[in-house]
């Protein structure tokens, strides 16, 4: 995945310059490349305080035959409540994603769980962006999961 020799498509050469990047990152951080990285699943996952953090690259092909590459952070901020109470929680999280500048939340098919992401094109992304962006998400993933739960803990 991270032979930049000879890639099969033209997308791969940017592609394989984000994967180090988040491999650096990681090192930046204290965290070892081989420990965070999981090849099978094609991401990046470790810890932040409380916060889960997953980073992925996805590929979005076309018929045409182009591909758009998407750095995504993801990290799971609580459980899906299962009360009546749901409008106001819901409304929190549309409130926080105006209020938290490239954070969003979302809910993610057949998962249990409301996730914090990031998402952006991996077009023109250089290691300063990258290393703001994650170190940001890392910081607000680890700050909301708990503001979530204690403003509604009857929700979990």
């Known amino acids: 995945m991270e032979n930049t020799q000879n890639p099969s498509h033209p997308a791969d050469v940017q592609y394989n310059k984000v994967v ?7 090192e930046s951080v204290g965290l070892d490349r081989h420990t965070v990285y999981i ?10 305080g409380t916060a889960t953090i997953q980073t992925l690259i996805h590929k979005l092909n076309y018929d045409n035959g ?15 409540p299962t009360t009546n109470q749901l409008i106001g929680f819901y409304r929190r999280l549309l409130e926080l994603n105006e209020e938290k500048f490239g954070i969003k ?24 962006e990258l ?4 170190s940001d998400f890392e910081h607000w993933a680890d700050t909301l999961d708990d503001q979530l739960k204690d403003q509604f803990p009857d929700l979990n």
């Open 20 to 26: 180090e990047m988040v491999h650096c990152y990681a």
């Open 39 to 48: 090849p099978d699943k094609e991401y990046w996952l470790w810890t932040k």
């Open 66 to 80: 182009t591909r758009r590459d998407f750095i995504r952070i993801l990290s799971p901020v609580m459980e899906v």
């Open 105 to 128: 939340f979302t809910l993610i098919p057949n998962t249990t769980k409301v996730w914090a992401a990031f998402e952006r094109d991996i077009k023109g992304i250089d290691f300063n």
């Open 131 to 134: 290393s703001t962006f994650i």
